[in-house]
């Protein structure tokens, strides 16, 4: 319920979002400009319907997945150029001469009436503008990411909860703008210059969308110190994510596995009277993840023989995680031996409520979950919890006590994240931090670097392909991107092994060989700063996932 009603704030919130702020006149002045008080509702709910079908046609489905990224940019920005044209000149909508049969076909079915010839251009309108509504929320993307995938069902229910909080918000909004035209009587005359002043708007951001201007109009307002209504909407999903309390309900079991990658099968239940449990939610390109690593393996091999059992449920944020080749290279390469479990359909993640990588949940040899924790720290915590719990399984079943000594977590070296950039995806379902093109959309196109760059925004060179999880290389690639971090890494993966120049601030620091479906360490610095850096890719095509920093 809690991430319900936070799918519906971020909706309400979103008409304050950098991308949005300079399409708000559009819903203000064609609900102002009408000549029906029926405008604001189906511009509003035409607008709805279009997030929605463009959330499931494009993004969800594979349809269209070649259609050229600009082609939605050029129709959304021509649509509204061309209203603009003919609020300049309104005697244009009358002599189209397919308007006419259209309007009378319209007028029809919904009852003659002059307020009401211009339902079929308000509902084009709001058409247009669904597909730039699409990628201006976190929470929406967390929905596309990983809700979704997850759960169908959730995740349709939380794009209607998000597009509820949209609509409602923007309905208010052209209400407001169209009462307030109405009492105006020089705001009523369709060939006034109150109206051709809002047709002259749309031309203009029209014309802003088309040219790809809006995006670095957008970037103006976030350099300039704007308030970014996207960060509350990341404050409460960290909030949302927070763990709670345990609650010493008993343990789930593992749902419907797709496979086990280092044993021949495993339960939780027959664990249950015999071993002190951790169960540890993760896959293996996530760098947080990664880093957790050495600690499971530290206390597995300190503590295996005194009770203590690990089962990972590895579940995938990538497809070619599902791959339980690239699962078992991936486990011997991090001395992984403890059971580790495919849950490629997100069954466990499921029945365990989870949405996070990593996550831990500790149980007792009664079968209950008494310790929950997301993400990576609170090693000596978890460690003093696992003592604690097997000092409990070793009174019950007569065993002596755990020999004293320093805990394992104490020797590992310190897994400190000094980044301040956020993870970035280069895949059409969360790119929204792409910098010089149309973020959400996927199709092959050719960018152009600017001459400036933003911090924290990525931008594309040359000729890639967009797909809905990564961006794949074509020809004469390349990638750059403003940082501020002591590390970074990429996840990609070729067909073919392929080099990958990686510059840093102007000099080049490696040239990796990029092979296999994994993690690869890009930048180690000594200290954390402020870095440029950019991937080349030479011959051949090399598909990257995400940056992550640390």
């Known amino acids: ?213 809006e995006k670095r109009l957008e970037t103006k307002i976030l350099e300039s110190g704007f308030f970014d209504i996207t960060k509350v909407e990341q404050y409460l999903l960290q909030q949302d994510s927070m763990p709670v309390a345990p609650s010493g309900e008993p343990y789930t079991e593992i749902a419907n596995p797709s496979g086990f990658v280092n044993t021949e099968g495993v339960t939780i239940g027959e664990l249950i009277g015999k071993k002190v449990i951790l169960v540890d939610f993760m896959t293996y390109s996530c760098i947080n993840c990664q880093r957790t690593f050495p600690y499971l393996t530290a206390w597995y091999g300190k503590y295996k023989d005194r009770g203590l059992e690990i089962v990972g449920i590895h579940t995938p944020e990538f497809a070619f995680e599902k791959n339980i080749d690239n699962v078992r290279e991936a486990m011997k390469r991090f001395g992984i031996i403890y059971p580790v479990v495919l849950d490629n359909d997100y069954s466990t993640w499921r029945a365990y409520g989870n949405q996070y990588w990593p996550r831990k949940y500790l149980i007792d040899i009664h079968g209950n979950v008494v310790y929950d924790h997301i993400g990576e720290g609170e090693y000596e915590e978890t460690e003093m919890k696992i003592r604690e719990l097997l000092e409990e399984r070793a009174r019950l079943m007569g065993e002596g006590s755990l020999d004293g000594g320093d805990l394992a977590s104490s020797q590992m070296p310190s897994a400190q994240n000094f980044a301040q950039s956020p993870e970035t995806y280069f895949g059409s379902l969360r790119n929204e931090y792409l910098a010089n093109g149309t973020a959400g959309q996927a199709g092959q196109r050719l960018f152009a670097l600017p001459s400036n760059i933003a911090r924290n925004a990525l931008y594309f060179g040359g000729t890639w392909n967009i797909a809905p999880e990564y961006a794949e290389s074509v020809s004469g690639a390349s990638v750059i991107y403003k940082y501020v971090a002591k590390a970074v890494y990429v996840v990609a993966e070729s067909n073919v092994p392929t080099e990958l120049e990686v510059w840093q601030d102007g000099v080049l620091q490696q040239t990796l060989l990029v092979e296999s479906s994994t993690l690869y360490t890009l930048i180690q610095n000594e200290t954390a700063g402020e870095h440029t850096i950019e991937l080349r890719v030479k011959d051949g095509r090399i598909r990257l996932y995400a940056f992550t920093f640390g």
Not at 109 to 138: E, H, M, W
């Open 1 to 213: 319920m809690t991430f319900l009603a936070i799918s519906f704030v971020a909706g309400v919130l979103t008409v304050l979002a950098p991308c949005i702020l300079p399409l708000l006149p559009v819903v203000v002045g064609i609900a102002a400009a009408s000549r029906g008080h029926a405008t604001p509702y189906v511009v509003v709910g035409s607008l709805a319907l279009s997030v929605i079908a463009f959330t499931f046609i494009l993004k969800v489905s594979t349809a269209f997945v070649e259609v050229p990224p600009e082609v939605w940019t050029y129709v959304s920005g021509s649509v509204l150029a061309l209203f603009g044209l003919l609020l300049v000149f309104p005697a244009l909508w009358e002599r189209l001469p397919f308007m006419a049969t259209m309007s009378a076909r319209s007028n029809a079915l919904l009852g003659a009436g002059y307020q009401r010839k211009n339902f079929l251009g308000d509902a084009i309108v709001g058409v247009a503008l669904g597909p730039i509504f699409t990628t201006c929320s976190p929470t929406y993307f967390v929905i596309l990411a990983s809700i979704l995938p997850a759960s169908f069902a959730l995740g349709v229910t939380y794009i209607l909860a998000y597009v509820l909080g949209l609509s409602l918000i923007l309905l208010a909004i052209a209400v407001l703008g169209q009462r307030f035209a109405d009492r105006l009587t020089w705001a009523s005359n369709p060939k006034g210059w109150f109206k051709r002043g809002i047709g002259m708007l749309f031309i203009v951001l029209g014309l802003l969308i088309v040219s790809g201007y």
